[in-house]
């Protein structure tokens, strides 16, 4: 089976490029599955080609050659552009791409199948929350949610509206448990520390799991910390809060400055405990700077650049903040269970599907309740260690790799043998 998915920007490192490339990776490792994507643009200013990585079974093309013109336009060139940009992408997609049986939609309001080439089907994935729906969804045969208030929202504007979640490519805890048990057991001489840490582990995983086991899960916790080098945060007794996500002027969708502004309120209770902003800059990053300035919160609050090694982001900190004003199924919410860290966003409820007895939601834009909540986690270990715990169940429950992959697989053979 041929699968093409859409993007507008594969250079971008946003959430929706990250969905497609983990599922375009995993589905080309399936036998008689062949897998493209087509970037709508070109990024010359991006230092990689792509944001993440990129399976090479994975074929890659641009539909354009150049960055998106398109996107700086105003006036009169706006509005043409407006109205015919779905009709000429559709053509020119119909002239390049004609031999696939799926196609897979992922940009918000680029491509709308009106004409369509014959026996290819078109899936369109809804990143966002969406206010309205479209007319022109109906060109699509089959809409795709990703979290349970949408699908609700919307399942009875179309024949075929679905909810597929996003998934983790792999369970990062127990493969980087993994790695780090090999590294260990491969040094020549270990250390008392060590060696008590591995035999004390192992002895308690005879009869149980780090997904059933508290005790387990508190053991294999201290060896991931071990194994990234966390010691000079230990003897410090220092704690770190982090929130991922793009510092975006315009939209501010991710509502850093709202959680600047709660956690001013409670960070001098606290003073061994760090608040960091993790995300790359678009725009937002001096108006943040100049807010924590403001507050006077430079030694609470710091905020940092988009990294790749995000494992160790993860392992270091305690607890995972979202302040999000609107959101759809955020990845890092569910790679933040995945590394056993409790959560606490303000309640938007399309993120609810991410929370089972594995963080905290308050209502939204609550700033008091908000402070009352995270100020209870971070005086109370053994909730964050629970929560963390019930995270990782919950991860592997609901977004593991093969229980998606397995709704992928089924819609795609339902649609190609429908008539």
């Known amino acids: 089976m041929r699968i093409l998915f859409t993007l507008h920007n594969i250079a971008c490192k946003g959430g929706s490029e990250r969905v497609v490339i983990n599922l375009a990776n995993a589905l080309s490792q399936i036998p008689n599955y062949e897998i493209g994507i087509v970037s709508y643009y070109t990024d010359t200013k991006a230092k990689n080609a792509c944001a993440y990585w990129l399976h090479s079974d994975v074929q890659l093309s641009y539909l354009h050659t150049f960055d998106d013109v398109h ?49 290819t089907k078109y899936i369109k994935i809804m990143h966002s929350v969406i206010n309205k729906w479209k007319a022109k969804n109906r060109f699509f045969d089959c809409i795709v949610f990703l979290n349970q208030k949408e699908f609700l929202r919307w ?4 024949k075929h509206v679905v909810k597929i979640p996003n998934f983790i490519p792999i369970l990062p805890f127990e493969d980087l448990l993994d790695r780090a048990l090999c590294y260990f057991d491969s040094m020549p001489h270990k250390d008392e520390h060590i060696q008590t840490m591995l035999q004390t582990y192992r002895k308690l995983c005879v009869n149980a799991s780090v997904y059933t086991d508290m005790e387990v899960f508190m053991h294999a916790r201290t060896i991931l910390k071990t194994f990234i080098g966390d010691s000079a945060q230990s003897n410090k007794k220092m704690h770190t809060l982090i929130a991922v996500g793009r510092m975006d002027a315009i939209n501010n969708h991710k509502g850093f400055p709202r959680l600047i502004q709660a956690y001013s309120k409670i960070a001098h209770i606290f003073p061994n405990w760090r608040l960091e902003i993790i995300g790359e800059d678009q725009g937002q990053k001096q108006i943040l700077e100049s807010q924590i300035i403001a507050l006077g919160m430079q030694d609470f609050i710091v905020l940092k650049s988009f990294t790749t090694n995000m494992e160790s982001i993860y392992l ?29 966003a303000y309640d938007i409820e399309t993120i609810r599907d991410c929370f089972l007895d594995n963080g905290i939601l308050v209502k939204d834009n609550d700033e008091q ?44 053979h339902t649609l190609v043998n429908t008539k």
């Not at 399942?155 to 179309?158: C, I, L, V």
């Open 71 to 119: 996107a700086n336009e105003r006036g009169l060139l706006r509005i043409l552009w407006r109205w015919t940009k779905t009709l000429i992408i559709n053509l020119r997609m119909n002239k390049a791409y004609q031999d696939y049986d799926v196609i897979i939609e992922s940009d918000f309001a680029f491509f709308y199948p009106r004409f369509k080439v014959k026996n």
């Open 369 to 412: 309740a908000f402070c009352a909540e995270l100020s209870m986690l971070m005086d109370n270990e053994e909730k964050r260690l629970s929560m963390g715990h019930n995270g990782i169940k919950l991860v592997k429950e609901r977004f593991s790799k093969e229980y998606i992959l397995q709704q992928w697989l089924e819609l795609f």
């Open 316 to 344: 270091q900190a305690d607890i995972f903040v979202m302040s999000s004003h609107t959101e759809s199924l955020p990845m890092v919410l569910i790679e933040a269970s995945s590394f056993g860290l409790p959560l606490i």
């Open 155 to 158: 399942q009875s504007h179309s």
